[in-house]
């Protein structure tokens, strides 16, 4: 059965700082993976995904991810951090091949000081 | 174009009664696919509906069922609610349902048992 696994559960960082955010998933074959964010009150919004090629990912508001199959990862990654980024992050993984059902971890909260 | 909506965006509820939450996806859109938020589970996949059919189903007990009408439109109800329900009910939308889609999610339905 695939599982992701988010280690952090809350991540706190200055605003103009870098961001990664962990990753790791168990899958037996090649995974489909996705990073989404929630902001409060909102539903999810993808910010980028993989499937296959090249293992770095850009996505939208300036994030990235890179699959690593070595370490089982995708980490989320954004360079220079904004107080609108304040929200909840959502790693998935779904099974190649066939519909969209995935498996969500846990989340990660992103809180961004001044 | 407009977003995948959700109705209502609150509802409270007391133990042993049934609710119904609508779902609009995007216009064109003919997968839609129901998920339960919780801070205890996170996020769990319900089922998924295409061309009026259920066609995927997560691991929820029968008491969770759902119907999709001609025009693409969902209705997920519960029955006999338990405290244990209480969660955001998110409900997200694709062309066509497959993994490759992007899904497009909804604010959710914030659904309380008293």
Redesign the interface.
């Known amino acids: 059965a695939q599982s992701v696994t988010q280690p952090d559960i809350h991540i706190t960082v200055s605003e103009g700082a870098s961001l990664e955010l962990r990753c790791n998933y168990s899958y037996g074959a090649t995974p489909y993976l996705f990073w989404y964010v929630q902001s409060p009150g909102q539903g999810l919004q993808l910010l980028l995904k993989y499937f296959s090629g090249d293992t770095l990912v850009q996505g939208i508001k300036g994030f990235e991810a890179e699959f690593k199959r070595s370490q089982s990862s995708f980490n989320l990654r954004k360079p220079s951090v904004h107080w609108s980024d304040a929200a909840e992050y959502f790693c998935a993984v779904g099974a190649a091949g066939g519909s969209y059902i995935p498996t969500f971890g846990r989340g990660t909260s992103l809180i961004v000081h001044p | 174009k407009a977003g ?1 909506t959700q109705t209502p965006r609150y509802l409270i509820k007391t133990r042993g009664q049934q609710v119904t939450l609508s779902c609009s996806p995007i216009s064109g859109h003919r ?1 839609v ?1 129901w998920y339960q938020q919780t801070p205890g589970q ?4 319900l089922f ?1 509906y295409f061309s009026e059919t259920q ?2 189903k ?1 691991n929820f007990p029968g008491r969770f069922s759902g119907r999709q009408f001609s025009n693409s439109r969902s209705e997920m109800n519960v029955s006999t609610l338990e405290l244990g329900d209480s969660a955001l009910y ?1 409900c ?1 939308s ?1 062309l066509m ?12 339905t914030r659904l309380t048992v008293l």
């Open positions: 995948v997968s696919s996170g996020l769990q996949f998924e066609r995927n997560g998110l997200a694709s349902g497959q993994i490759t889609d992007t899904q497009y999610f909804g604010p959710g």
